[in-house]
């Protein structure tokens, strides 16, 4: 087990898959915080989990030495801004879809930026997450972010972070062609 702190910014679905699994495979619930702002979505966490779920992120952020960024997309800007001064210090991941590694940077601080794009069997545990680290984030970060993610599925590291783009196409749209395929399977048999 690892000694690690994690703070999600973002409860949801994948945060609740890598939370879920970090949990079984032995992080207890003094190393795992949630900020998540929507009252209904925090009481599921602490229900489910047990964890830590706040609305707002204060100073106690600053002892995360991992913060995942799981919130929706056009929310990062927003959700980035009041905690900056708190999160800079740590390891940042990213499973959010769309922004760039220079854009954490810029709102976090930290150069030290991992993006990770899961897919949605990420949350049974059968998932495949491309994963791009900017130059500063070090190789035993990089096996921190290995163990981080391996309850959600398999990884692939990627040299170049416009190469995720291709990973995100074959992996997240791969379940998606599949699962219409079967659903016309089903369709034609009635």
Same mark, same amino acid.
Request: hydrophobic share 55%.
């Given at each position: 087990?690892?000694?690690?702190?994690?703070?999600?910014?973002?409860?949801?679905?994948?945060?609740?898959?890598?939370?879920?699994?970090?949990?079984?495979?032995?992080?207890?619930?003094?190393?795992?915080?949630?900020?998540?702002?929507?009252?209904?979505?925090?009481?599921?966490?602490?229900?489910?989990?047990?964890?830590?779920?706040?609305?707002?992120?204060?100073?106690?952020?600053?002892?995360?030495?991992?913060?995942?960024?799981?919130?929706?997309?056009?929310?990062?800007?927003?959700?980035?801004?009041?905690?900056?001064?708190?999160?800079?210090? !740590? +390891?940042?991941?990213?499973? *959010? $879809? @769309?922004?760039?590694?220079?854009?954490? #940077?810029? /709102?976090?601080?930290?150069?030290? =930026?991992?993006?990770?794009?899961?897919?949605?069997? !990420? +949350?049974?545990?059968?998932? *495949? $997450? @491309?994963?791009?680290?900017?130059?500063? #984030?070090? /190789?035993?970060?990089?096996?921190? =972010?290995?163990?981080?993610?391996?309850?959600?599925?398999?990884?692939?590291?990627?040299?170049?972070?416009?190469?995720?783009?291709?990973?995100?196409?074959?992996?997240?749209?791969?379940?998606?062609?599949?699962?219409?395929?079967?659903?016309?399977?089903?369709?034609?048999?009635?």
């Amino acid at each position: 087990m690892s000694s690690e702190v994690i703070a999600f910014i973002g409860g949801g679905n994948m945060a609740s898959a890598i939370l879920g699994g970090l949990l079984r495979a032995g992080f207890t619930l003094a190393q795992l915080a949630v900020v998540e702002p929507h009252a209904p979505q925090r009481d599921k966490l602490r229900a489910e989990f047990g964890v830590q779920a706040v609305a707002q992120g204060d100073a106690s952020l600053a002892e995360a030495d991992i913060v995942v960024w799981a919130v929706k997309p056009q929310l990062f800007a927003e959700a980035a801004a009041p905690l900056k001064a708190w999160v800079g210090g !740590a +390891l940042q991941l990213s499973v *959010m $879809a @769309g922004i760039r590694s220079d854009s954490l #940077v810029a /709102a976090t601080g930290s150069e030290r =930026v991992v993006r990770a794009m899961p897919n949605t069997p !990420a +949350l049974i545990g059968q998932g *495949m $997450a @491309g994963l791009y680290a900017r130059p500063a #984030v070090s /190789a035993d970060e990089r096996a921190a =972010v290995e163990r981080l993610l391996a309850p959600t599925g398999q990884t692939l590291w990627v040299e170049r972070e416009d190469d995720l783009d291709a990973v995100t196409a074959l992996s997240g749209s791969g379940p998606a062609y599949f699962f219409f395929f079967v659903e016309a399977l089903m369709a034609a048999a009635v």
